[in-house]
C-alpha cells in the first residue's frame, strides 16, 4: 500500500534547524504563516493543502529571544499548527520536538504541584498528535506519559562521534564525567561509546536551579574529563563541577550537552570559567554571537530527517544507531563518514517553501 506523501512544518522557535531537516530529506518547509494577532494571541495558518498527508510539525518548546517570545508561545505555536492539520484533513500528525519544555517538571516534589511534563503530553494528544519524536529527554519516563508512540532520540552518538575524530579523545586518557548522581545512567552509556571510565560530582540542591558540589568519586588525576549532561541551563553547576575536577586533578574539562538553554547570562559564565569547551546541539537555537572558540554547536538534523523518512517508511527507527554502534565497537567511524546520513529522498513532493 501507498504511503501517504511526507509534508515539514515550523513554528517559529527553530526554523533553521526545521529548513535543515527538509534539505536533508530533499523536501521544503511548508508553506504557513505563524505570527500573533494584535492583542498577542498565537495566530496559525497553513496555506496549502495537507489532506491525506503525512505531516510533521517541528518545534522546539523553548524560548524564541529573537521575536520576544516565551517558552509558552512556542508550546501553543506547536498546539495550534496540530489542530490546523488535523481539521485540515492530515493522515497523520507527528509533532517533531526536539527540546521537549517543561521536561524538568516530570513529577510531583511536593505538595499542591502541577505535574506540567504530563499536562503537555495530555495538550499534544489532544489537538490530535498521534506520534512524538524528540531528542534525549530530560527524564525518559516521560515517554509513557504518552499512550502514543514517542521516539525518544540520542544525540550522544553525535557528541562522541566529534570527540573522538575531531578532539582524538578516547580511552585512558580520558573519564567521563555525570555531573549529578541523576545522570549515571546516561554517564556510563557516553563513557562506553568512548571506551573509558566514569566519575561522578555529588551535589545539593538547596532551592531550584542553585546547586552546591558536596564531593566527586572517581579518578581524576592527569585526565581530560567529559562532562556529560542533557542540557546546560544556568551554568552554574557545570561551573562548580569543572572547578572541582581540576582541583582533582583533571589537566582539562569538556562540557558536552544535547540541548544549550543558556539561560540569563550562562553563556557567559561558561566562557569565563575554566572549561575548556561547551558542546551542544542545534535542538535549541544558539546565539551566533556565543559561538566560538569556546562553544561549538552540532546538528541534530540528519538524525531527525533519518527518522523522519523511517517513520514515513514504516520503518525501525531503533535501527538508526545500529551502524554507529556497531562502528564505534569496532573502533573504525570516522569524521569522513556522515553520521545518520541518508540520500535525497526520490521524487520529492514539491510542498513550497516557508512563509
Given at each position: 500500500m501507498a504511503t501517504a506523501k511526507p509534508v515539514l512544518f515550523s513554528g517559529n522557535s527553530n526554523r533553521g534547524l526545521a529548513k535543515e531537516i527538509a534539505?536533508?530529506?530533499?523536501?521544503?518547509?511548508?508553506?504557513?504563516?505563524?505570527?500573533?494577532?494584535?492583542?498577542?494571541e498565537s495566530r496559525v495558518e497553513i496555506h496549502e493543502?495537507?489532506?491525506g498527508a503525512d505531516a510533521f510539525v517541528v518545534q522546539s518548546i523553548c524560548k524564541q529571544p529573537d521575536l520576544g517570545r516565551s517558552v509558552n508561545d512556542s508550546l501553543m505555536e506547536m498546539l495550534l499548527m496540530s489542530d490546523a492539520?488535523?481539521?485540515?484533513?492530515?493522515?497523520?500528525?507527528?509533532?517533531?520536538?526536539?527540546?521537549?519544555?517543561?521536561?524538568?517538571?516530570?513529577?510531583?516534589?511536593?505538595?499542591?504541584?502541577?505535574?506540567s511534563a504530563k499536562l503537555v503530553a495530555n495538550l499534544l494528544t489532544t489537538v490530535g498528535v498521534q506520534r512524538i519524536v524528540t531528542v534525549d529527554l530530560h527524564a525518559a519516563q516521560i515517554q509513557g506519559f504518552f499512550d502514543d508512540p514517542v521516539d525518544n532520540l540520542t544525540a550522544s552518538y553525535i557528541l562522541a562521534n566529534y570527540l573522538i575524530n575531531t578532539k582524538k579523545l578516547r580511552g585512558a586518557g580520558t573519564v567521563v564525567v555525570s555531573p549529578d548522581a541523576g545522570g549515571v545512567a546516561r554517564a556510563e552509556a557516553f563513557a562506553r561509546?568512548?571506551?573509558?571510565?566514569?566519575?561522578?560530582?555529588?551535589?545539593r540542591r538547596p532551592k531550584p536551579d542553585v546547586n552546591e558540589v558536596s564531593e566527586v568519586v572517581g579518578e581524576m588525576e592527569g585526565k581530560v574529563a567529559i562532562i556529560i549532561d542533557?542540557?546546560?541551563?544556568?551554568?552554574?553547576?557545570?561551573?562548580?563541577?569543572?572547578?572541582?575536577?581540576?582541583?582533582?586533578?583533571?589537566?582539562?574539562?569538556?562540557?558536552?550537552?544535547?540541548?544549550?538553554?543558556?539561560?540569563d547570562k550562562a553563556a557567559q559564565k561558561l566562557i569565563d570559567s575554566p572549561i575548556d569547551e561547551i558542546i551542544v546541539t542545534n535542538t535549541i537555537?544558539?546565539?551566533?554571537?556565543?559561538?566560538?572558540?569556546?562553544?561549538k554547536v552540532l546538528s541534530v538534523a540528519p538524525m531527525i530527517a533519518d527518522a523522519i523518512r523511517r517513520i514515513g517508511a514504516n520503518r525501525s527507527v531503533s535501527?538508526?544507531?545500529?551502524?554507529?554502534?556497531?562502528?564505534?565497537?569496532?573502533?573504525?567511524?570516522d569524521s569522513e563518514t556522515p553520521l545518520f546520513d541518508l540520500p535525497p529522498m526520490a521524487e520529492p513532493e514539491p510542498v513550497g517553501l516557508a512563509h
Open positions: 534539505q536533508k530529506m530533499g523536501l521544503h518547509v511548508g508553506k504557513s504563516l505563524v505570527t500573533t494577532f494584535a492583542n498577542e493543502n495537507v489532506r492539520l488535523r481539521r485540515a484533513s492530515a493522515s497523520r500528525i507527528t509533532a517533531v520536538i526536539p527540546y521537549y519544555g517543561y521536561a524538568k517538571q516530570d513529577k510531583k516534589t511536593k505538595g499542591r504541584e502541577p505535574i561509546k568512548l571506551q573509558t571510565s566514569v566519575a561522578i560530582v555529588f551535589k542533557d542540557m546546560i541551563s544556568t551554568g552554574g553547576t557545570l561551573v562548580k563541577a569543572a572547578e572541582a575536577l581540576i582541583a582533582r586533578g583533571a589537566t582539562s574539562v569538556i562540557t558536552c550537552a544535547t540541548h544549550g538553554i543558556f539561560a537555537p544558539v546565539p551566533a554571537e556565543i559561538c566560538g572558540d569556546k562553544i535501527e538508526l544507531y545500529s551502524e554507529q554502534e556497531e562502528a564505534l565497537e569496532r573502533n573504525q567511524m
